[in-house]
Nanobody
Framework: VQLVESGGGLVQPGGSLRLSCAAS????????MSWVRRPPGKGLEWVSA????????YYANSVKGRLTISRDNAKNTLYLQMNSLTSEDTAVYYC????????????????????WGQGTQVTVSS
C-alpha cells in the first residue's frame, strides 16, 4: 500500500489549496479514506472522511463549510479542497486508508485505519 499526498504549500489567509492523495497497492474503490492533520506543536486531529463510494462524508466542526473531501475511484485519488484558509489550518496533512472493506464509521476512529501517507505541509501565513 502506498499513499502519496501532494498539493501543500504556502498560502495567504483567505486563500485556497487542493490536496491530493494518490493511492496504490490496494483496491482503492472499496475502502473509506480520510484526512487528518497535525498542527505545529499539537496532536493529530481528524479533518474529514469519505466512504468507499463517496456517498457519506464526515467533517470536523472546525472545517465544515470550508473544506470539501472527494474522491475519484477511477483515478485512485483522494482530494481535499480547502477554501477560506486561516492560520489555524497550518499543519501537516495526512491521508489514510480504512482497514476494513466498505466500512465507514462516523465519527471515524484511528483504530479503523491501517495505512497513512507521509504528509504534505500546508502553511497559511501573510
Amino acid at each position: 500500500v502506498q499513499l502519496v499526498e501532494s498539493g501543500g504549500g504556502l498560502v495567504q489567509p483567505g486563500g485556497s489549496l487542493r490536496l491530493s492523495c494518490a493511492a496504490s497497492g490496494f483496491d482503492f474503490k472499496n475502502y473509506a479514506m480520510s484526512w487528518v492533520r497535525r498542527p505545529p506543536g499539537k496532536g493529530l486531529e481528524w479533518v474529514s472522511a469519505i466512504s468507499w463510494n463517496g456517498e457519506r462524508v464526515y467533517y470536523a466542526n472546525s472545517v465544515k463549510g470550508r473544506l470539501t473531501i472527494s474522491r475519484d475511484n477511477a483515478k485512485n485519488t483522494l482530494y481535499l479542497q480547502m477554501n477560506s484558509l486561516t492560520s489555524e489550518d497550518t499543519a501537516v496533512y495526512y491521508c489514510g486508508k480504512a482497514g476494513i472493506l466498505w466500512a465507514f464509521q462516523q465519527p471515524p476512529r484511528y483504530t479503523d485505519y491501517d495505512y497513512w501517507g507521509q504528509g504534505t505541509q500546508v502553511t497559511v501565513s501573510s
